[in-house]
Nanobody, 120 residues
Framework: QVQLVESGGGLVQAGESLRLSCVVSGSIFNISTVGWYRQGPGKQRELVAVITSDGSTSYVDSVKGRFTISRDNAKNTVYLQMNSLKPEDTAVYYC??????????????WGQGTQVTVSS
């Protein structure tokens, strides 16, 4: 059974940092592209950052230079280091895993989300 569990959200002031973690249980981690999405109040869910199984990364323009996505394959964990946080980063952050091979190819897995609130 595949499960994604996020942690690390919270309430911070503008300019501060947070690190989100996403633990992916099951056998899909090493074959998955993992992404962080967010959904702010009244907004659509957007892709923030993504990391492939070989470590390639990409980011939405609004977080480039401030956020860093990384993965620890030994711990089945993907991190999102968020620095210089802004009030507009306030959102529920979701982890997503998409296996790129094997029997789980084509599936799409989501975590439950973690709230990030940035006060001005």
């Amino acid at each position: 059974q595949v499960q994604l569990v996020e942690s690390g959200g919270g309430l911070v002031q503008a300019g501060e940092s947070l690190r989100l973690s996403c633990v992916v249980s099951g056998s899909i981690f090493n074959i998955s592209t993992v992404g962080w999405y967010r959904q702010g109040p009244g907004k659509q869910r957007e892709l923030v950052a993504v990391i492939t199984s070989d470590g390639s990364t990409s980011y939405v323009d609004s977080v480039k230079g401030r956020f860093t996505i990384s993965r620890d394959n030994a711990k089945n964990t993907v991190y999102l280091q968020m620095n210089s946080l802004k009030p507009e980063d306030t959102a529920v952050y979701y982890c997503n895993a998409r296996p790129r091979s094997g029997v789980y190819y084509g599936y799409n897995y989501w975590g439950q989300g973690t709230q990030v609130t940035v006060s001005s």
